[in-house]
Structure formats: C-alpha cells, structure tokens
C-alpha cells in the first residue's frame, strides 16, 4: 500500500496544507524544512489529523542535505512513494534592478533545489513506482512583469517536470507539476526585492485571493488522483493559460500595459 510521502517547505503554508490532506488519509509524512519550530506545529497538526511521520531540518540548495533525507526516509518508512518539492522562496522587482545575487538565490532555491530532490529520491521512487510532485506556479506559464527571475526559475521547473514525465513513465514513476496561482500564504515572509513598493504590491495580491493554501491541496489531492500532470488549481489561471495558447500575442500586449502600470504607480511612490 502506497502511504509514505516527503514535502520540502513542509513548515508552513501549503507545503504544511499538502501535509495535512494526506495525513487524514493516515499517510506517513516526511517534513522537511529550514525552520525547525514550523516543523514541529506542523507535525503536531498531522498526528492530529490521523496521519504520523518525522521531522528533518533540510535547505534545498545542499544536495547533501537531500541525499540524507531520502536515506532517513529509507530507514523510517522502507522507502517512499510520493514526494512533493514544494520549498520556495518569492522576490520581485524589474529586470533592470535585480542584482545578479538575486538570479543565482532564485534559481538555487526555486529551480535547482527541485533538481536535486528529483534527484535524491529518483531510485526510491524508481522501486516503489511513485510519484514526483513538483510546485511550480502560473508564473512559469504567465510570465508576470517585474519578477523575471521567479518566471524563469518556476518555467524550469516545469520544463524540468514535462522532461521527466516522458523519460520516466518506462519506469513507471509519474509525475505532476502544480501551477498555483497567488494565494494566502506566508510567502512572503521569505520575500526578496529591491523595493518594499513591490512587496506592498505582491502582498495585495496574496491577501485578495479567495483560495486558501488548504483548497490548493485538496485540489491536488484530487488531480493527482485523477491522473492530471499539468495540475493547475485557481480557475482564473486555468482561463489565462487557455488565453495564452489561444493567443499569446494578447497575453504578451497585456502583461506589457501591467509593467507599465507598474512603473508608473512606482514612480509616484
């Protein structure tokens, strides 16, 4: 019986909602995460909601650190069947300013951190025949002005998930990648930018979603269930990307109108 998964970003918000719905399926968790008191409410809230697991602090960008967890994994649980490389941070801000520091913490941690974890747990996936859930974002299909380097990070992880979809289905390991939306989260307490305006910008927008980080998951639940690869849970996204193969000149000329609605507000400041 397929029952054990891991998550990175399993401290808060949807990494910890992901937690939460398989847990009420009495699955066993592995939580990882680079702040050890989220980690502990955390699997505190699992056991309540029927499901078990361990804790393990964990950063992304040291495949080292990944490679352990798959072995403690292995040594808990015999294995596992489901991982989900949902650790990321956000940051924002125009091409133009982003230093290159901020590129190489973006691509680290949102796209080589989902890399490695593949990686890591490619040969218990490989013997239990599991699944890779990658967390990705409409970003990497939108393409939103002033946050280029999240685009291009979460872009690669969808390449990353479509390139493994087809080498990996002879060994029988599926694979999905979710595309949310923004969504109330505390995503921003790891924000990165050149600008507090951006922050105050990206913040509107996360507080004004009707979906919470809970509906993400059980969505997830229910998509992976169905088979879905591409898994994209807020409907408005669903009718952007529907725009966007439809007519991606449109999507580019209103994207184009949003950066410079952007620069004008600030400017004004």
């Given amino acids: 019986m397929q029952n054990r998964m891991m998550i990175t970003g399993a401290g808060s918000g949807l990494g910890r909602e992901i937690a939460l719905r398989w847990a009420r399926e009495g699955w066993r968790l592995a939580l990882a995460d680079v702040r050890e008191a989220g980690l502990a409410e955390t699997l505190q809230l699992v056991r309540a909601a029927g499901g078990d697991g361990f804790t393990r602090l964990c950063d992304v960008r040291d495949y080292s650190q990944l490679t352990a967890l798959a072995q403690a994994c292995e040594e808990q649980f015999g294995g596992v069947d489901v991982i989900v490389n949902n650790a990321g941070v956000a940051s924002g801000g125009f091409f133009g300013e982003l230093s290159l520091e901020d590129w190489d913490w973006q691509i ?28 990705a974002s409409m970003a990497a299909l939108m393409q939103g002005p002033a946050m280029s380097n999240y685009n291009v990070a979460k872009a690669g992880v969808v390449a990353l998930s479509e390139s493994l979809l087809a080498e990996l289905r002879a060994q029988e390991v599926g694979v999905h990648v979710v595309c949310p939306s923004f969504f109330q989260t505390n995503l921003l307490d790891s924000f990165r930018g050149p600008t507090p305006a951006m922050k105050a910008q990206v913040g509107k927008l996360l507080e004004s979603s009707p979906i919470s980080a809970a509906d993400i998951a059980d969505y997830i639940y229910r998509q992976i269930a169905a088979g879905e690869f591409m898994i994209l849970p807020h409907e408005q996204g669903r009718m952007a990307w529907a725009l966007k193969r439809q007519n991606p000149q449109a999507l580019y000329d209103e994207m184009a109108l949003m950066a410079e609605r952007m620069r004008a507000k600030a400017a004004q400041g």
């Fill in 108 to 135: 680290a941690i949102n796209l080589m951190g989902v890399v490695k974890g593949c990686k890591a747990f490619l040969p218990l996936l490989e013997r239990s025949k599991g699944k890779i859930v990658n967390i």
